[in-house]
């Protein structure tokens, strides 16, 4: 199972920090990845961290302002979201795949394939 936190109300340049909890799985051995969808568009993968925490994918409409990291000993990936926009706006998920790498997960994982996370509603404005 995945659960994602953090969401909330934010003003512009403002940041957040998501964290998404994994269990069931042998998590160091892991790699997850953040996405995020507006309603009426398809996901978009946002993050994605390999097992280990030295790889990683960043999306670029999020580059310089979003990181991804992880802490093994709590079974956690975090995605902080610093000079938030507007554009941010989205539900967030996070999402896993056993055997996947962390490229794969961001660029090709499908809703109706691995494990995802209930989603976490990130809102931007003033």
């Known amino acids: 199972q995945l659960q994602a936190s953090g969401g909330g109300l934010v003003q512009p340049g403002g940041s957040l920090r998501l964290s998404c909890e994994v269990s069931?799985?042998?998590?160091?051995?892991?790699?997850v990845g953040w996405f995020r969808q507006v309603p009426g568009d398809g996901r978009e993968g946002v993050a994605c961290?390999?097992?280990?925490?030295?790889?990683?994918y960043i999306g670029d409409s999020v580059k310089g302002r979003f990181t991804v990291s992880r802490d093994d000993a709590k079974n956690t990936v975090y995605l902080q979201m610093n000079d938030l926009k507007p554009e941010d706006t989205a539900v967030y998920y996070c999402?896993?795949?056993?055997?996947w790498g962390y490229g794969a997960i961001c660029l090709t994982l499908e809703p109706d394939s691995g494990s995802w996370g209930q989603g976490t509603l990130v809102t931007v404005s003033s």
């Open positions: 999402a896993t795949a056993s055997g």
């Open positions: 069931g799985f042998r998590f160091a051995h892991l790699a």
């Open positions: 961290i390999g097992e280990g925490g030295e790889d990683k």
